[in-house]
């Protein structure tokens, strides 16, 4: 059974940073793409940031573009989401996700796998 479990969310104050980590257990997801998307409260899921299965190339999305990193250890079957210069607006319930395929997308529709969210609470 594949699982997804994230870590790393918590209460930040505004203008700091976090990294946030997603284990993948079950399977190895060496060659799979992996993304993490946000969900706030009264708002759709969206998409934060991607990585290909290789690891060589990363989506972003415009809200985290240039204080957001997406990486991977394979050899710990782990993706990362860093974010710094966190404002309240990043508040959110941030979910990991997997595709079968190596390629990344931004679309939530194309992750088969789902992790049940880690709280990220950005305080003014």
């Known amino acids: 059974q594949v699982q997804l479990v994230e870590s790393g969310g918590g209460l930040v104050p505004a203008g700091g940073s976090l990294r946030l980590s997603c284990a993948a257990y079950?399977?190895?997801?060496?060659?799979?793409?992996m993304g993490w998307f946000r969900q706030a409260p009264g708002k759709e899921r969206e998409f934060v940031a991607a990585i290909s299965g290789s690891g060589g190339s990363t989506l972003y999305a415009d809200s985290v573009k240039g204080r957001g990193t997406i990486s991977r250890d394979n050899a710990k079957n782990t993706v990362y989401l860093q974010v710094s210069s966190l404002n309240p607006d990043d508040t959110a319930v941030y979910y990991c996700?997997?595709?079968?395929?190596?390629?990344?997308?931004?679309?939530?529709?194309?992750?088969?796998?789902w992790g049940q969210g880690t709280q990220v609470t950005v305080s003014p």
């Open positions: 079950g399977r190895t997801f060496s060659n799979n793409a």
């Open positions: 996700a997997a595709r079968r395929g190596p390629y990344a997308y931004t679309q939530s529709g194309q992750y088969d796998y």
